[in-house]
């Protein structure tokens, strides 16, 4: 059968045991501390000199800025020095299983392969296997295609989650890992944790693809989240939706541009992603609360409690306003989603794009309370989502409204270690 999650030509410096030149080798996802330009100074300080991927990525806190076209051409030109420098180890049709020891000190383990592009569709109501679980917003796909669009290898911080409750395709590892050849072992800087990866042998990979086909079983499907003739969603996106469904134009674009062209073996049909177990008690989902600032705080309040049903009477969706640090919990008995962060967002969103009213995405309800102390500024508090709403509701709603939920801190998001060549090859 065709699988959507395959093995992949992982590419790896060559001095990936090197657990010291490895800890300014890997840096963290590009879209975290986007406010922060101290923390990307100290990693810019942290690899003055060495071989990094902050030389091969751009940091989402530089998109805007007047230089970003010169520091887009300066990482293409580094790529193309990395590879003539034999700086890679490629490791042909590969997995790699990854344990990593996060802040909090909890292991998260993931496999490293490659996305089938052909069986990714992020547009709501999707029944592909790898499915979006928030809203993608197409105006930030174009910045990101103008980084990737000419480069010839990539990094991932996409991360993937299946619906693994017997834990049947990533856990058995741990147990056998001793057997594999360990790839790398080192600590992550700036507090990121420990990271360590280990090459799975053909046995290993082998009982990771029957596991994953058992999740892709329709029929048993169909039967755990109650629906029916609904086509399995296996891989939902954990963290890197926009970052994969630039992938997914790239290729597109390719294959419009190459009408008569056999692209199923094309480098660009793949992306390099973990998947992770959701179950995995070292992930765990946190609400992303609202701050409607400089606002008519009266109207607000009135379209929310009509629009919304508010009342104090208790129902299955609750949210909590806040207002010069005061708290006010509410039910929602208008429902128009599974969840009342579904809920609450259609309304909110809605709301802001008739007002032009700005919204904050706040983590932390010490923020909110905070905030909510400047007139003009409303705030509401979200339940945070449980682990084990995520497919159903992704499978009932189709993809979560944008910032839904978090998973986990910035400093325990992906850091890039691993890459892979998108560009075709002239064979020797």
Same mark, same amino acid.
């Given at each position: 059968?065709?699988?959507?999650?395959?093995?992949?030509?992982?590419?790896?410096?060559?001095?990936?045991?090197?657990?010291?030149?490895?800890?300014?080798?890997?840096?963290?996802?590009?879209?975290?501390?986007?406010?922060?330009?101290?923390?990307?100074?100290?990693?810019?300080?942290?690899?003055?000199?060495?071989?990094?991927?902050?030389?091969?990525?751009?940091?989402?806190?530089?998109?805007?800025?007047?230089?970003?076209?010169?520091?887009?051409?300066?990482?293409?030109?580094?790529?193309?020095?990395?590879?003539?420098?034999?700086?890679?180890?490629?490791?042909?049709?590969?997995?790699?299983?990854?344990?990593?020891?996060?802040?909090?000190?909890?292991?998260?383990?993931?496999?490293?392969?490659?996305?089938?592009?052909?069986?990714?569709?992020?547009?709501?109501?999707?029944?592909?296997?790898?499915?979006?679980?928030?809203?993608?917003?197409?105006?930030?796909?174009?910045?990101?295609?103008?980084?990737?669009?000419?480069?010839?290898?990539?990094?991932?911080?996409?991360?993937?989650?299946?619906?693994?409750?017997?834990?049947?395709?990533?856990?058995?590892?741990?147990?056998?890992?001793?057997?594999?050849?360990?790839?790398?072992?080192?600590?992550?800087?700036?507090?990121?944790?420990?990271? &360590?990866?280990?090459?799975?042998? $053909? +046995?290993?990979? =082998?009982?990771?693809? *029957? @596991?994953? #086909?058992?999740?892709?079983?329709?029929?048993?499907?169909?039967?755990?989240?109650?629906?029916?003739?609904?086509?399995?969603?296996?891989?939902?996106?954990?963290?890197?939706?926009?970052?994969?469904?630039?992938?997914?134009?790239?290729?597109?674009?390719?294959?419009?541009?190459?009408?008569?062209?056999?692209?199923?073996?094309?480098?660009?049909?793949?992306?390099?992603?973990?998947?992770?177990?959701?179950?995995?008690?070292?992930?765990?989902?946190?609400?992303?609360?609202?701050?409607?600032?400089?606002?008519?705080?009266?109207?607000?309040?009135?379209?929310?409690?009509?629009?919304?049903?508010?009342?104090?009477?208790?129902?299955?969706?609750?949210?909590?306003?806040?207002?010069?640090?005061?708290?006010?919990?509410?039910?929602?008995?208008?429902?128009?989603?599974?969840?009342?962060?579904? &809920?609450?967002?259609?309304?909110? $969103? +809605?709301?802001? =794009?008739?007002?032009? *009213? @700005?919204? #904050?995405?706040?983590?932390?309800?010490?923020?909110?309370?905070?905030?909510?102390?400047?007139?003009?500024?409303?705030?509401?508090?979200?339940?945070?989502?449980?682990?084990?709403?995520?497919?159903?509701?992704?499978?009932?709603?189709?993809?979560?409204?944008?910032?839904?939920?978090?998973?986990?801190?910035?400093?325990?998001?992906?850091?890039?270690?691993?890459?892979?060549?998108?560009?075709?090859?002239?064979?020797?």
């Amino acid at each position: 059968m065709e699988r959507i999650f395959t093995k992949a030509d992982i590419l790896l410096p060559k001095f990936s045991k090197d657990s010291e030149k490895m800890s300014k080798w890997a840096v963290v996802a590009c879209d975290q501390y986007t406010s922060e330009p101290e923390y990307w100074e100290e990693v810019r300080r942290i690899t003055q000199g060495e071989k990094s991927t902050l030389e091969l990525i751009l940091p989402e806190i530089y998109l805007k800025n007047p230089d970003v076209d010169r520091r887009i051409t300066k990482i293409d030109d580094t790529m193309k020095q990395y590879i003539d420098e034999g700086v890679f180890t490629e490791y042909k049709d590969s997995l790699i299983y990854v344990e990593r020891v996060q802040s909090d000190g909890k292991m998260r383990a993931g496999i490293v392969g490659a996305i089938d592009m052909e069986g990714y569709n992020y547009n709501k109501g999707s029944q592909s296997p790898v499915r979006a679980t928030e809203a993608t917003v197409a105006k930030r796909l174009p910045p990101r295609i103008k980084v990737r669009e000419k480069a010839e290898i990539e990094l991932p911080h996409i991360m993937i989650l299946i619906d693994d409750v017997k834990k049947s395709v990533i856990e058995p590892l741990e147990a056998v890992k001793d057997r594999f050849e360990k790839l790398y072992d080192f600590d992550l800087m700036c507090g990121g944790g420990h990271i &360590t990866g280990y090459l799975l042998d $053909d +046995a290993a990979c =082998e009982q990771v693809f *029957s @596991a994953l #086909d058992k999740l892709a079983d329709k029929a048993a499907f169909n039967e755990k989240y109650g629906v029916s003739d609904q086509e399995p969603l296996v891989f939902a996106m954990g963290d890197g939706n926009h970052s994969l469904a630039t992938a997914k134009a790239i290729y597109d674009r390719l294959k419009e541009e190459n009408p008569g062209k056999d692209m199923s073996k094309h480098p660009a049909r793949y992306a390099l992603a973990e998947i992770v177990d959701l179950h995995s008690p070292a992930l765990e989902f946190e609400a992303i609360h609202r701050v409607v600032t400089d606002d008519d705080e009266d109207r607000l309040i009135e379209e929310a409690k009509e629009a919304l049903g508010l009342s104090h009477e208790p129902s299955d969706q609750k949210i909590t306003l806040v207002i010069n640090a005061m708290e006010f919990p509410y039910y929602i008995h208008k429902p128009t989603a599974n969840l009342a962060v579904g &809920t609450f967002v259609n309304f909110i $969103d +809605a709301y802001a =794009e008739r007002y032009g *009213s @700005a919204i #904050d995405y706040i983590h932390g309800s010490e923020v909110v309370s905070q905030l909510s102390k400047t007139e003009g500024n409303v705030g509401f508090l979200l339940e945070d989502m449980s682990k084990a709403e995520l497919f159903p509701t992704v499978i009932k709603d189709g993809a979560l409204p944008r910032k839904t939920f978090s998973m986990g801190h910035a400093a325990d998001k992906r850091f890039y270690v691993e890459a892979r060549r998108i560009t075709e090859q002239e064979e020797s």
